[in-house]
Nanobody, 123 residues
Framework: QVQLVESGGGLVQAGGSLRLSCAAS????????MGWNRQAPGKQRELVAH???????NYADSVKGRFTISRDNAKNMVYLQMNSLEPEDTAVYYC?????????????????WGQGTQVTVSS
């Protein structure tokens, strides 16, 4: 019932930029935190950045100063502006969100994940 859909991935040369977008859709009461994670082949998924409903953000050390996370609460979207991209940034990037939903019997708070978008940075 709740879906997260990422877009904006692609191929880019080292030093270039990409802007990822994630749209949340479905029935829900509110979106709490939203974030981006990434996973490279053979590696574990790692946190890239997350942002609270109030706009407080946090970043992995590897992307600080290069990536910027933002959100538009009115549009239920979160973005990741990626600058100064490096080959090491190559991965599938996943959007995630903690969402509060109202059901006929309860109010639930769960974490949801998108399908991911590929980011490839060439040397």
């Amino acid at each position: 019932q709740v879906q997260l859909v990422e877009s904006g991935g692609g191929l880019v040369q080292a030093g270039g930029s990409l802007r990822l977008s994630c749209a949340a859709s479905g029935r829900f009461f509110s979106i709490n935190t939203m974030g981006w994670n990434r996973q490279a082949p053979g590696k574990q998924r790692e946190l890239v950045a997350h942002i609270s409903s109030g706009g407080i953000s946090n970043y992995a050390d590897s992307v600080k100063g290069r990536f910027t996370i933002s959100r538009d609460n009115a549009k239920n979207m979160v973005y990741l502006q990626m600058n100064s991209l490096e080959p090491e940034d190559t991965a599938v990037y996943y959007c995630n969100a903690v969402i509060t939903r109202r059901t006929p019997v309860a109010i639930e708070q769960n974490e949801y994940w998108g399908q991911g978008t590929q980011v490839t940075v060439s040397s």
